[in-house]
């Protein structure tokens, strides 16, 4: 879990862990609310939308659900455009169709052109960015990774806090139209974000100083040795951890969303008024802000960080508990009792996910994993909530779709914990003694290097030994033939008569 890589690919480079990282940071920050918020913050126009075109609340929600599917079921492609062009001409690309999807929405005459601006265009926009963003967060921390995961996905709440004000105001004052044309305006942002990942680029050794064209010509020998990287990286699907977290990742997800998208229907079924019954996501939201980060500083102790497989596993049970006992809620403070502990407990699982992703694959795979783990999440983003609404039009009670909720998270947590304790707990005893004795970076970096990679650096190491003492043997001879009287080998000539 530990080096970055820079994006052509196989030269490694240290993590700075700070430095030009933070700005990274601030940009993911960004992006992270972007793509997270905004596919809830365009609800808020849905009114004005049925009346525009006279359909119905399910023609409208399809805007959101596209925008979701977009950003988790392009993983793949994104994964292939960053092994191809780097993070960041892919995130340039993606801020201008993020753009553009919104101002030609503003042009829309029916709600299909809308489907296919915001939802298509502008989704592929949010996920080239979104994906390209955490590999460069990957890139620039090691050691202060989990603290810089959670104040990234900080960045999801914080954005849904303004960004759903902002777009109640922009509909009062220029109506949907003139809002989307501004929302589009507003995510050329996105490009500003993506200027500041900046490739991380490994300084040159002493020796490479002295014989630039020596080495030139040696670089180009091993480029035509080595393999070329694969696009997208199947053999990520061979690591048991990668294949444990994908399948609990993707049952997590069936019940992760459900709850905030029916807590407010929830509250109102109980008597409520819609201000009221509102309120709850803010709640929701304002606790979520804080717990993310937290969790982050949690997850970075030297005891714990090693074993932030386990805490995402607790913060999943926590999460599915919450669920289970919010079920049997009848009143408006018990809710808001629901909210505050599932904003702790949703806030811990977005700041542990990637992490703990992060943590199994390493860096060097990191780019096709999280594709392929996206890919397999859109499947489920796609039938959870929707399946959750079909239990709650059969039963007409949201108890059970609460507890499936609930029953699903706690499912996704036993599996990850139970599968990594059987079959990922053994490591090699050398890396476990350096792990008891406190140094993580160390043992984190060496279970996810690569062999091949391994191998490359101990040959080219070897290489650059061999050149050394070659050029110390011939300095030798030369200061050797300089004295007279002795021959190269060292040995006494015989003087002439």
Known sequence: M?????????????????????????????????????????????????????????????????LLAMLYGTGPLCSVLVNRYGCRPVMMVGGLFASLGMILSSFS?????????????????????????????????????????????AGSPVALCCLSPLGQLLQYQYGWRGGFLILGGLLLNCCACAALMRPLVAPPKPHQREDVEKEGKELEVEKTQSK???????????????????????????????????????????????????????????????????????????????????????????????????????DYPSLVVFCVFFGISYGMVGALQFEVLMAIVGTEKFSSAIGLVLLMEAIAVL????????????????????????????????????????????????????????????????????VAAEEEEEEVEKGEKEVKEMKEKEEKEKEETSIPGYLPNGTQTERCQ
């Not at 004005?48 to 359909?55: N, Q």
């Not at 994906?131 to 620039?140: A, D, E, G, T, V």
């Not at 239990?391 to 499912?411: C, H, P, R, S």
Request: proline share 6%; glycine share 10%; hydrophobic share 50%.
């Open 2 to 66: 530990g080096g970055a890589v820079v994006d052509e690919g196989p030269g490694g480079v240290k993590a700075p862990d700070g430095g030009w990282g933070w700005a990274v940071l601030s940009g993911c920050f960004v992006i992270t609310g972007f793509s997270y918020a905004f596919p809830k913050a365009v609800s808020v126009f849905f009114k004005e939308l049925i009346r525009e075109f006279d359909v119905g609340y399910s023609d409208t929600a399809w805007i959101s659900s596209i």
């Open 109 to 153: 005459t029916s709600i299909l052109h809308i489907y296919l601006s915001t939802g298509v265009i502008t989704g592929l926009g949010l996920a080239l960015n979104f994906q390209p963003s955490l590999i460069m967060l990957n890139r620039y921390f090691s050691e202060k990774r989990p603290l810089a995961n959670g104040l990234a996905a």
């Open 228 to 330: 070329p990287k694969p696009l997208l990286d199947f053999s990520v699907f061979k690591d048991r951890g990668f294949l444990i977290y994908t399948i609990a990742a993707s049952i997590m997800v069936l019940g992760l969303f459900v709850p905030p998208v029916f807590v407010v229907s929830y509250a109102k079924e109980l008597g409520n008024e819609d201000t009221k019954s509102a309120l709850l996501l803010s709640i929701l939201g304002f606790i979520d802000i804080f717990a993310r980060p937290t969790c982050g500083i949690i997850a970075g102790l030297k005891w714990v960080r090693p074993r932030v497989v386990y805490l995402f596993s607790f913060a999943m049970i926590f999460n599915g508990c919450t669920d289970l006992v919010g079920s049997q809620a009848k």
């Open 383 to 450: 039938v959870g909530p929707p399946g959750a609404g079909r239990l709650l039009d059969a039963t007409k009670n949201y108890m059970y779709v609460f507890l499936l909720a609930g029953i699903e998270v706690v499912l996704a947590a036993v599996v990850l914990a139970t599968c990594n304790f059987l079959f990922i707990r053994k490591k090699p005893t050398e890396p476990a003694a350096e792990l008891e004795n406190g140094t993580v970076s160390a043992e984190m970096e060496l279970l996810n290097k690569p």
